[in-house]
């Protein structure tokens, strides 16, 4: 019951999600028998075992830290194998309030596919409603199956069949469906909608969203809902977007203003410098063209210029407001920062059309 | 108590007694409860009886005849004209003479049928503003005081589309388009439609945003998603938009678990449950309240409570007896809350609120279970910007995230989907982190002196 309730200590036979990063999360099965290793380090799964769920634990050579996490439906979609491109969390959030799916609901889901909305809609059912969940391609399906038994989600609240749903339609043998909400991942929606009569609730409002990418699928299935009876029919898309919080220097333009003024002052002190340098060894600037150059001995001509440089040189400035030429850590306290937020480098601008209809209970026709 | 007070089924019949949200063709969300015997006003779309759709499911649409009658139809909106023509051609077909028609709707239809004609395209519309309708706002005061009961949207809509000179001129396209924004001025229908989070944010949406936090659809799915809400689940919650998240978190829970809300003032006000039918004792059971100086400092404002003697009670008076046991009950239930936050280990931390967001976490954290989720919801995302970096230096956060999303709206007709030209702005942002214990004498990262590209790839700060 990893994705199901609570755990607060890891035990033998738990599914732990070892947390090594952002995009990189190692289901594992504790196993006291067995290591885990990471490019973090190694950590024995004996170790594991009594720790709370959310420590963070050190690796076997001393260093190196993973932390330990409790599976649930949206971590599993960050880390899970993609098998097809998958429903990602702000269009399966906002199709699961929007059609109203709660603990209870019997939602149609077809086809599977790599499991991750499964996942979070076997979450907000519970085991007190059925997700019935269709897949027609068999290595799929198989894979599937065997993750919703790993993750004790199999035939309660999940059901699976191996189905064409668009052929063979939705109806399970012996079982009343019943079901409220449907999600419609398929090439040809269309295609499937003619079956759904059979097995839609017909005391209570059914909800329905086919999720498409292209707008010629959407608009072949607007034309099915209508002809079918549904109403309501709105199409949306959802923009997810992630924003990075990062600090960025505060650079004043009178601090600009004053380091140029300081640059312009360091400058003429050098001039300066070089102009007493040179009347004080009778230097005269004709002879410093290059032609004049005694090429003949490099040796006295490299060390009268290291003693030139010597005597010009000008005091180092103290005055760098802006940390030029050093390592500045992003909120330094010796800075000025201003907090902004910028998107991810790459942002999904497109993942599919959301077409949502609505069918009241069919009850009411017959009391007319 | 009873077992069915103790749990919450979604109703699917209209029922005496129940709440419920209305949807009128404008669009405009009303919400009732729902009483024996009694009438409901809808203001230009009419009157009916609360008796009269009695009965039937939720969902269903009506249309408002006279004499406070509603009959049931099959929705608000007539949608489109191929349909509509079908329907009338066969009608006619049938009876080779003017057709019976019952409905508003079948009038407006058979209207479009006979009286108008459309154009191929606009090439001859000119668009000359309002003087294109010849029909004044006076004339339609005057058809809405004289026409009766049901025929007015109808006597309306008719005398409007006559007297719109360009009418024929327009597209069918364009007609349909015009006829539906009549339709949903004049037309007397509405939907009835159970009460739910949704509909409930909707309607505050509509009303005033502010009561909600201006929160959209979108981001309380998402918040609730990102908090992982499940039967069972124990949860602090923060809410101050007066109960919509407590009630949207009750329907997930399905009347199993607990939710404690910390709210910052002497008495929480949950207006939004009032409008819910989520059983008292079922709200009563799930839900206990505790306010954020109780919640800080349990020690101080625990109450001591001493029965008085049984003569003492025999003597009093029942006003004076019912008072003293609602004190009673009181005093238990703030110091149960009070011993739930001293116990912690909550299996959600889930804030929509606006107080100052980095200082309230940093104090309430620590009050989360391990691996459970904290996910907050602001208006503004600056704040949530604050916290992100705050976070990057609390270990005891992993995976600090900031989430926005926009539901986009398209026209849906088929041939011609494209998004519309404008939608509601706002929205607000979801923050969503996951609680965790680091270990307490520090780790050495991987890559601090054993190899700095290694160091590049863990996004966690190392600890020292």
Wanted: charged residues 30%.
């Amino acid at each position: 019951m990893s994705f199901l309730g609570y755990k607060e200590y890891i035990e033998e036979g738990d599914l732990v999600l070892a947390y090594l990063g952002r995009e990189s999360m190692k289901p594992i099965i504790i196993n006291s028998k067995e290591t885990l290793n990471t490019r973090f380090g190694a950590f024995a799964h004996s170790d594991i075992v009594g720790k709370k769920y959310g420590s963070q634990i050190k690796g076997s050579k001393g260093y190196g830290f993973i932390h330990l996490l409790q599976p649930t439906a949206e971590l599993w979609t960050l880390s899970l194998p993609h098998r097809t491109q998958i429903v990602y969390t702000p269009d399966s959030s906002y199709i699961t309030q929007r059609l109203g799916i709660t603990c209870g609901s019997r939602v149609i889901e077809a086809g599977t596919g790599s499991a991750s909305f499964s996942h979070s809609l076997a979450r907000t059912v519970s085991t007190k409603g059925t997700l019935f969940t269709f897949e027609f391609h068999k290595p799929r399906y198989e894979e599937a199956k065997r993750e919703f038994e790993e993750h004790g989600l199999i035939n309660d609240p999940v059901i699976i069949n191996h189905r064409d749903v668009c052929k063979d339609g939705f109806e399970i043998p012996e079982v009343e469906l019943k079901s409220t909400a449907i999600f419609l991942d398929l090439p040809s929606p269309w295609e499937a909608i003619k079956h759904l009569p059979k097995v839609i609730s017909d005391d209570e409002k059914v909800g329905i969203c086919c999720f498409s990418p292209c707008i010629e699928q959407v608009d072949l299935t607007i034309k099915a809902l209508q002809e079918h009876g549904w109403t309501d029919i709105e199409m949306v898309e959802i923009q997810g977007r992630r924003w990075e919080a990062r600090q960025t220097m505060v650079r004043q333009v009178d601090d600009a203003i004053s380091r140029l003024k300081d640059v312009k002052t360091r400058k003429l002190e050098g001039i300066e410098k070089k102009r007493q340098y040179y009347a004080n060894n009778n230097i005269k600037v004709e002879d410093l063209t290059p032609e004049q150059s005694d090429s003949n001995d490099e040796g006295s001509k490299k060390r009268k210029l290291k003693e030139e440089q010597e005597q010009t040189k000008v005091t180092k400035t103290e005055f760098n407001p802006f940390g030029r030429g050093l390592r500045i850590k992003e909120g330094d306290e010796n800075y000025q920062w201003c907090k902004i937020s910028k998107n991810e480098a790459e942002v999904k601008s497109h993942t599919s059309y959301l077409t949502f209809a609505f069918k009241t209970a069919s009850t009411s026709t017959s009391s007319l | 108590m009873s077992e069915t007070d103790l749990t919450y089924i979604k109703p699917k019949i209209i029922e005496n007694g129940l709440h419920a949200i209305i949807r009128m063709p404008s669009d405009g969300l009303k919400i009732v409860q729902l009483e024996k015997s009694k009438s409901i006003n809808l203001g230009k779309f009419g009157t009916f009886d609360v008796d009269g759709i009695l009965g039937f499911p939720f969902g269903q649409t009506f249309e408002v005849l006279d004499d406070r009658k509603v009959r049931p139809i099959g929705s608000t909106i007539y949608s489109t004209v191929d349909e509509a023509e079908n329907e009338i051609e066969t009608e006619i077909d049938n009876e080779n003479r003017t057709p019976v028609l019952e409905t508003l709707s079948e009038k407006i239809d058979y209207l479009k049928k006979l009286d108008i004609e459309s154009s191929d395209s606009n090439r001859n519309l000119i668009d000359i503003g309002n003087s294109t309708q010849s029909l004044s706002m006076d004339e339609i005061e005057t058809l809405k005081k004289t026409a009766s009961g049901v025929n007015v949207g109808e006597a309306i809509i008719d005398k409007l589309i006559k007297s719109h000179v360009n009418f024929n001129m327009k597209t069918k396209q364009s007609q349909e388009k015009y006829l539906r924004r009549k339709q949903q001025k004049f037309l007397r229908r509405f939907t009835i439609d159970h009460i739910s989070s949704s509909r409930l944010l909707q309607y505050y949406i509509e009303k005033d945003a502010s009561k909600v936090l201006d929160m959209s659809e979108e981001s309380l799915g998402l918040l609730l998603t990102l908090a992982n809400i499940q039967p069972g689940g124990r949860y602090l919650v923060v809410d101050e938009t007066g109960g919509l998240l407590l009630a949207a978190m009750m329907e997930r829970m399905g009347g199993s678990g607990e939710i404690l809300v910390v709210h910052e003032n002497e008495h929480p006000n949950h207006f939004v449950l009032t409008q819910t039918d989520f059983p008292q004792a079922l709200q009563d059971k799930m839900i206990k309240t505790i306010n954020l100086l109780q919640f800080f400092e349990p020690e101080n404002e625990k109450v001591e409570w001493t029965d008085l003697p049984q003569e003492e009670l025999d003597q009093m008076k029942s006003s004076r007896k019912v008072h003293y046991h609602r004190r009673k009950q009181n005093v238990f239930q703030t110091n149960s809350a009070m011993d739930n936050a001293i116990k912690g280990n909550f299996d959600g931390l889930i804030i929509v609120s606006t107080l100052y967001i980095p200082t309230l976490l940093d104090k309430i954290l620590e009050k989360a279970g391990g691996s459970r989720p904290v996910a907050i919801y602001s208006q503004f995302k600056e704040p949530l910007v604050e916290t992100q970096i705050q976070s990057l230096n609390d270990l005891r956060l992993l995976a600090p995230t900031i989430h926005e999303t926009r539901c986009r709206p398209y026209q849906t007709i088929p041939g011609r989907l494209h998004p519309l030209m404008s939608m509601r702005g706002g929205g607000g942002y979801v923050f969503s982190a996951l609680r965790v214990f680091p270990i307490e004498d520090g780790v050495q990262a991987v890559g601090r002196g054993i190899s700095r590209k290694k160091q590049k790839l863990d996004d966690r700060a190392p600890v020292e």
